[in-house]
């Protein structure tokens, strides 16, 4: 049976805005993230292989995966090109799958241990917001997330977030501070606004007004590289 053509129209309609509100939530990055699964072999100026380089794993959903954007542009690239200037030996791995919530995420932990990362930057919790998702569910799946990585000795930086005021005055105050509590709890280094100086603004984000452009993707790497800095150790 065909389908009603008005139906046929109103489904081709939304389907991209869907696609573009949500990215694909898929369990296993591996086809997102190649680059975890098999290092790069390549000297660099420091005359160490790319994959003996201590590893920084940028752990997120499409803001991370750079949804949109080149490669090149997206901030995990920018934020190796920005390392490697300033003389700082680690390997950046982007671990950002499009769609990704909490719960996603946690089922990913021992797939990123793989790759014995020291430093975990994690912006995950902007899905579940986006979706309405019980704040305490979020909070419980972060909690397990960042237990897990601690346990295995790494250092996590945790990417606040904010959501629009349409969501309601409590959930979207109940929303951001939740990540200062995680912070404050496990002694994170925190990054308080994942989208500082590019959310809202349509010159620094895509038509969708969610994912930041590339030039967006720099300002936040030049923002959050001063919170990052402190935990590093540079080439000697």
């Given at each position: 049976?065909?389908?009603?053509?008005?139906?046929?129209?109103?489904?081709?309609?939304?389907?991209?805005?869907?696609?573009?509100?949500c990215g694909s939530d898929h369990g296993d990055a591996t086809a997102a993230s190649p680059s975890l699964a098999n290092p790069p072999r390549e000297s660099t100026k420091s005359g160490?292989?790319?994959?003996?380089?201590?590893?920084?794993?940028?752990?997120?959903?499409?803001?991370?995966?750079?949804?949109?954007?080149?490669?090149?542009?997206?901030?995990?690239?920018r934020l190796q090109r920005?390392?490697?200037?300033?003389?700082?030996?680690?390997?950046?791995?982007?671990?950002?799958?499009?769609?990704?919530?909490?719960?996603?995420?946690?089922?990913?932990?021992?797939?990123?241990?793989?790759?014995?990362?020291?430093?975990?930057?994690?912006?995950?919790?902007g899905n579940?917001?986006?979706?309405?998702?019980?704040?305490?569910?979020?909070?419980?799946?972060?909690?397990r997330i960042i237990q897990q990585l601690q346990q295995a000795s790494v250092t996590v930086v945790l990417a606040g977030m904010k959501l629009p005021p349409n969501y309601g005055?409590?959930?979207?105050?109940?929303?951001?501070?939740?990540?200062h509590a995680l912070a404050k709890q496990y002694h994170l280094t925190l990054i308080p606004f994942f989208l500082d100086g590019v959310a809202g603004s349509s010159s620094l984000n895509q038509a969708d007004g969610i994912h930041p452009t590339g030039?967006?993707?720099?300002?936040?790497?030049?923002?959050?590289?001063?919170?990052?800095?402190p935990l590093l150790e540079r080439t000697r």
């Open positions: 049976m065909r389908r009603p053509r008005i139906l046929t129209k109103l489904f081709s309609c939304l389907c991209p805005f869907l696609i573009i509100l160490l292989l790319s994959a003996e380089r201590p590893s920084i794993v940028a752990f997120g959903n499409s803001l991370t995966a750079g949804l949109g954007v080149r490669p090149d542009e997206s901030y995990p690239a920005t390392l490697d200037a300033a003389g700082y030996v680690y390997r950046v791995v982007n671990a950002g799958v499009s769609g990704d919530t909490t719960a996603g995420g946690a089922r990913r932990v021992s797939w990123i241990l793989k790759n014995k990362p020291t430093i975990v930057i994690l912006e995950l919790g579940d917001g986006l979706r309405g998702l019980s704040l305490s569910e979020t909070k419980s799946n972060l909690d005055q409590d959930y979207t105050d109940g929303f951001e501070s939740l990540f030039e967006g993707y720099r300002i936040i790497v030049e923002k959050i590289f001063p919170t990052l800095e």
